[in-house]
């Protein structure tokens, strides 16, 4: 009760959201040459520009300095409403946020690199108790594949890929991947995907009674799942922005 | 060499040392020169459970220290010949233990002993990783109990990762399940989780399936490990334990319900 009260004295709370943006991957950095384009894009479909906002991905530009302001002023004539920079050097960064504009920092994932060979992985967390070596078997393509049971207060994670675990994800037990979890036993412990925000990533499990479901940071514990999906083999993936549990057949 | 193998549980009071004092006892009874370890160290109980309370002189943080020689501390046990104690210490705690102080232990009785066998503490800390970490095979004590599953199933990750085996990349250790307290009406009814659930979550060979008896109790308060009382089914089930330890086969007992009630439910009352 007593937070409740609390909250009627505040003004607004902060909250973490995974909103759907549209990502605006600049490959010229010349303002005539961008408005061209996207004249050519408006006659094609009207329905797009609706203010609609986007991020200006600077990242394959090479170039120290932008002229940002005048993309962005191409970007508004065209109903395109720019929020953020994404990428690109310094004095980039300081103009954007002089533009009033937002920066993040650029997607540094190995999924942008997918051709560089990749080291085994170890979980970067600190409750790392990894089973003996034979339990964690090769690596594919930035994902990981582990055999055995992932037992209580053990985590395993794939921080750049897939995770299948070939066995059961024991209660109290977490598995981590930045793209799909596949689990091909029970899940009973917490199965995370997509953590680094991909909304696309899936769990799939042979038994679901897991404790806590989430993709790209939308989530669902136990009670809040159909208890006749329960201990059934399902795929969870985001469709609109929620959780979708469909059984797998 | 002796097999050094640790009796561990995580969770208290699931049968840890009674289980420690009963299987040893067993092991010692078929002719194995035995030693048990009370790792326990503030909380010694195993000392009371194999009834040499009142002979404990040293232990294994004087042995540790240096205060007092293995032979010192070594109890023989007055009903079985093979059979030999070393006590904990109940006046110091757990980090009176050190890792290489239990190896030269460990080494020095592996040359005398046939099996050396390790009664963990509960919990997940020092005292308990230092009572596994030089361990060959684990014998896993579970009840029927959601808590105690959970708490085995991360016992059981520990020994796959925190044991010299797993450090050194050898042979992982080897990993027995033993279910204790087991009550078969109960279970029937639904209080306790029935044996399939709990061979399910933990995934791991089952080595025998004690029974809750009175028989347990008795022989704890009357110092004299269960396997000596023949007649029990406690005592039967730790025999059978034994056994399969030592790589016989044995058929499991204990684990069903005696049905009076199924036969006059097939046959009885006129039905059909």
């Known amino acids: ?249 | 060499m002796a097999k050094i193998i640790v009796v561990t549980s995580g969770k208290g009071g699931v049968g840890k040392t009674t289980s420690a004092a009963a299987i040893a006892t067993g092991l010692a009874l078929r002719g194995n020169k035995t030693v048990v370890i009370d790792f326990d160290v503030g909380l010694r109980n195993l000392d009371l459970i194999m009834g040499c309370e009142r002979r404990v002189v040293y232990d294994l943080v004087n042995v540790i220290q240096g205060e007092a020689g293995l032979n010192q501390a070594l109890i023989r046990d007055k009903r079985v010949d093979n059979l030999h104690i070393l006590p904990a210490s109940q006046t110091r705690d757990k980090d009176a233990l050190n890792l290489e102080g239990v190896e030269k232990v460990l080494d020095t009785l592996s040359k005398d002993f046939d099996y050396i066998l390790c009664d963990s503490p509960a919990g997940i800390e020092r005292g308990a990783q230092l009572a596994m970490y030089f361990a060959d095979e684990a014998i896993v004590v579970t009840n029927p109990e959601v808590s105690s599953v959970r708490d085995s199933d991360r016992i059981l990750g520990l020994l796959a990762s925190k044991t010299r085996r797993a450090e050194r990349g050898e042979d992982p250790i080897k990993e027995h399940l033993l279910v204790t307290r087991y009550n078969p009406a109960r279970v029937d009814s639904g209080d306790m989780l029935n044996l399939e659930d709990i061979r399910e979550i933990l995934a791991i060979n089952l080595i025998g399936l004690i029974p809750e008896s009175e028989a347990v109790l008795r022989a704890s308060n009357h110092g004299v490990p269960v396997t000596h009382d023949a007649d029990s089914d406690a005592g039967q089930a730790y025999t059978d334990t034994v056994a399969r330890l030592i790589g016989e086969e044995v058929p499991l007992r204990f684990h069903q319900y005696e049905k009076k009630s199924l036969l006059s439910r097939m046959f009885g009352g006129g039905r059909r």
Request: net charge negative.
């Open chain 1, 1 to 249: 009760m007593s937070l409740n009260v609390e909250r009627d004295g505040m003004a607004f709370t902060f909250k973490g959201g995974m909103l759907p943006m549209t990502v605006m991957e600049l490959t010229s950095a010349d303002p005539e040459r961008i408005r061209d384009q996207l004249a050519d894009k408006l006659s094609q479909s009207p329905a797009f520009f609706q203010h609609t906002p986007v991020v200006l991905n600077v990242e394959k530009l090479d170039e120290p300095h932008l002229a940002l302001e005048r993309i962005c002023a191409v970007c508004r004539a065209h109903k395109l409403l720019p929020v953020a920079v994404r990428g690109g050097p310094d004095p980039v960064k300081q103009s954007a946020w002089a533009l009033g504009l937002g920066w993040f920092p650029p997607q540094e994932s190995a999924r942008a690199r997918p051709l560089e060979s990749v080291a085994p992985v170890e979980p970067e967390t600190d409750e790392v108790e990894l089973a003996e070596p034979q339990a964690t078997a090769g690596v594919v393509s930035g994902g990981r594949i582990y055999r055995g049971t992932v037992r209580s207060g053990q985590q395993v994670t794939a921080p750049s890929g897939d995770l299948i675990v070939i066995g059961a994800v024991n209660a109290g037990a977490e598995v981590l991947a930045a793209g799909s979890v596949h689990v091909y036993g029970a899940l009973r412990g917490r199965a995370l995907a997509g953590i680094h925000g991909d909304p696309l990533a899936v769990i799939f499990c042979r038994e679901l009674n897991a404790e806590l479901l989430s993709v790209a940071g939308n989530y669902k514990r136990l009670e809040d799942v159909d208890p006749r999906l329960l201990g059934t083999a399902v795929q969870v993936r985001l469709q609109d922005d929620q959780l979708g549990i469909v059984p797998l057949t």
